[in-house]
C-alpha cells in the first residue's frame, strides 16, 4: 500500500477549522480565566498566610506578655530571695486574677478553631491583664496601650 499525501484520515474536516475559528475568542478567554482564576487562589492563599501569621504574631506578644507578668508576679509572691521588707503584700483578690490570666493563657486556642471567638478570648486576657496592673499600680499596663490592636 503507497502512502498518499491526501488521506482522507490525516485531512481535517472543514466544520472542525470554522468551528475552530468561531470559537477561538472563547477558548482564549476559557483559558486566560482557569489561568487567572489559579493564580488568583495561590495569591490569595500568600496573602492569607502573611496576614494571619503577622495578626497571631501581634496576639502572641500580648498572651506572652500577660502570661508573663502574671508569672513573674505569682514567682515573687512565693519567693524566699526577697527580703520581708521588700515583699509586697498582695491581696486575695490580685492573687486569683494572677492565677486567672496564667489559666486563661494556657486554655487560649492554639489551632484555629471555628467554635472558639479568639477575639473575645484575647480581649478577656488581655483585660484581666489591665485589671492585675491597675491593682498593684504597675507600669505594664501602659505597655499594653501601645500594642497595636485589630
Same mark, same amino acid.
Given at each position: 500500500?503507497?502512502?498518499?499525501?491526501?488521506?482522507?484520515?490525516?485531512?481535517?474536516?472543514?466544520?472542525?477549522?470554522?468551528?475552530?475559528?468561531?470559537?477561538?475568542?472563547?477558548?482564549?478567554?476559557?483559558?486566560?480565566?482557569?489561568? $487567572?482564576?489559579? %493564580? +488568583?487562589? !495561590?495569591? #490569595?492563599?500568600?496573602? /492569607?498566610?502573611? &496576614? $494571619?501569621?503577622? %495578626? +497571631?504574631? !501581634?496576639? #502572641?506578644?500580648?498572651? /506572652?506578655?500577660? &502570661? $508573663?507578668?502574671?508569672?513573674?508576679?505569682?514567682?515573687?509572691?512565693?519567693?524566699?530571695?526577697?527580703?520581708?521588707?521588700?515583699?509586697?503584700?498582695?491581696?486575695?483578690?490580685?492573687?486569683?486574677?494572677?492565677?486567672?490570666?496564667?489559666?486563661?493563657?494556657?486554655?487560649?486556642?492554639?489551632?484555629?478553631?471555628?467554635?472558639?471567638?479568639?477575639?473575645?478570648?484575647?480581649?478577656?486576657?488581655?483585660?484581666?491583664?489591665?485589671?492585675?496592673?491597675?491593682?498593684?499600680?504597675?507600669?505594664?499596663?501602659?505597655?499594653?496601650?501601645?500594642?497595636?490592636?485589630?
Amino acid at each position: 500500500m503507497a502512502f498518499s499525501p491526501v488521506s482522507p484520515e490525516l485531512e481535517p474536516d472543514i466544520n472542525d477549522i470554522f468551528d475552530c475559528i468561531a470559537l477561538s475568542e472563547e477558548n482564549v478567554v476559557a483559558s486566560a480565566y482557569s489561568e $487567572g482564576f489559579a %493564580k +488568583g487562589i !495561590e495569591d #490569595g492563599d500568600i496573602e /492569607g498566610f502573611h &496576614l $494571619g501569621y503577622h %495578626k +497571631g504574631s !501581634e496576639i #502572641g506578644h500580648e498572651l /506572652g506578655l500577660s &502570661l $508573663g507578668t502574671a508569672t513573674a508576679w505569682i514567682t515573687l509572691l512565693g519567693g524566699d530571695h526577697l527580703s520581708n521588707n521588700s515583699k509586697k503584700v498582695l491581696n486575695e483578690k490580685t492573687v486569683k486574677i494572677l492565677n486567672r490570666i496564667v489559666e486563661e493563657v494556657e486554655a487560649f486556642p492554639s489551632e484555629n478553631c471555628s467554635s472558639v471567638n479568639v477575639s473575645q478570648e484575647r480581649d478577656k486576657i488581655i483585660a484581666l491583664h489591665k485589671r492585675v496592673c491597675s491593682l498593684l499600680k504597675s507600669k505594664d499596663n501602659k505597655t499594653m496601650k501601645n500594642l497595636p490592636s485589630f
